[in-house]
């Protein structure tokens, strides 16, 4: 016989509980989808929420929806401010939340998603960051295609702004004045006869990556060679990052370039949406 503790209702039997009321594995689980419920609609609202508007958007009654917010506020997950008592997100869902960023890997969030590029590609995927400091295009990670002659190049390889598809990618990302910062580092260096090595042809150049959605490089950084990239950005819709396909010019001819930056564009988009959040993103309108 087992003995333990109960709890009695006024009759002296076991008191019925209810069903949120967290004496229940499965009242545990829907209070805690209710809470997690409610700090998803206080994340979403820009400058704070009421407590009858949460009770209202959630479809509960105002004193569930307040027992459950003054839980989360003891833990530091949400706070009232302001006269009205608004509720907004506590300093504890930023901690962690935090978590994730600290957690997630570029490379490893982007590799199946180029793997699937270079299957509809037929081409060898990239991904590069930006060096803001010294004003280049870093590749971190390829995943080669199949073809016998195809693109290859060391991890850590570093390519000018002007001068690549990443470069030109992020490059177009830039304001007037980072341009003519960046120009000033490194000036127009001169590749191939392809390359473009004047301020006017660049301006022309960063329009029309912006236009379009994604960068072309028409044997700029070596002879023989086409790539064609597109931006992937950050939490704070900065770019930072780009992936590109590329190979040679017998296999990339003009007609295929539309296509392939339809295909890298919407890499670009997989990726940042996999580790930012943010759908959609796009070169600015300047």
């Known amino acids: 016989m087992a003995i333990g503790s109960s709890t009695l209702d006024k009759r002296g039997g076991p008191r019925a509980k209810t069903p949120d009321s967290g004496g229940s594995p499965t009242g545990q689980v829907q209070s805690l989808t209710r809470g997690?419920?409610?700090?998803?609609?206080?994340?979403?609202?820009v400058s704070g929420v009421s407590l009858t508007d949460l009770a209202l958007q959630v479809g509960l009654p105002n004193s569930t929806?307040?027992?459950?917010?003054?839980?989360?506020?003891?833990?530091?997950?949400?706070?009232?401010?302001?006269?009205?008592?608004?509720w907004t997100i506590g300093v504890r869902a930023f901690t962690v939340g935090s978590a994730f960023l600290d957690s997630?890997?570029?490379?490893?969030?982007?590799?199946?998603?180029?793997?699937?590029?270079?299957?509809?590609?037929?081409?060898?995927?990239?991904?590069?960051?930006?060096?803001?400091?010294?004003?280049?295009?870093v590749l971190i990670g390829q995943v080669e295609c199949r073809e016998m002659m195809r693109m290859l190049a060391p991890i850590g390889s570093r390519m000018p702004l002007h001068a690549s598809g990443a470069g030109k990618a992020f490059i177009a990302t830039l304001t007037d004045d980072e341009v003519s910062d960046s120009l000033r580092k490194t000036g127009l260096a001169?590749?191939?006869?392809?390359?473009?090595?004047?301020?006017?042809?660049?301006?022309?150049?960063?329009?029309?990556?912006?236009?379009?959605?994604f960068s072309f490089d028409d044997e700029?950084?070596?002879?023989?060679?086409?790539?064609?990239?597109?931006?992937?950005?950050?939490?704070?819709?900065?770019?930072?990052?780009?992936?590109?396909?590329?190979?040679?010019?017998?296999?990339?001819?003009?007609?295929?370039?539309?296509?392939?930056?339809?295909?890298?564009?919407?890499?670009?988009?997989?990726?940042?949406?996999?580790?930012?959040?943010?759908?959609r993103p796009g070169y600015p309108k300047r």
């Not at 301020?199 to 959605?213: M, V």
């Open 36 to 45: 997690l419920t409610l700090l998803e609609r206080i994340a979403e609202s």
């Open 65 to 86: 929806t307040h027992r459950l917010l003054t839980t989360m506020q003891q833990a530091g997950f949400v706070q009232q401010v302001g006269d009205l008592g608004l």
């Open 104 to 137: 997630r890997e570029l490379i490893t969030i982007s590799y199946p998603i180029m793997r699937r590029l270079v299957d509809a590609a037929g081409e060898t995927a990239n991904l590069t960051v930006l060096d803001r400091e010294e004003s280049l295009a």
């Open 190 to 213: 001169q590749y191939t006869h392809s390359t473009i090595n004047t301020p006017a042809k660049l301006k022309e150049e960063i329009t029309r990556i912006r236009r379009q959605g």
């Open 220 to 279: 700029e950084h070596a002879v023989g060679l086409r790539c064609v990239a597109a931006c992937i950005y950050d939490e704070y819709n900065e770019p930072f990052a780009a992936v590109s396909v590329s190979g040679p010019k017998s296999r990339i001819p003009d007609e295929r370039v539309v296509h392939l930056g339809s295909l890298v564009v919407q890499a670009a988009q997989d990726i940042t949406q996999a580790f930012s959040g943010i759908s």
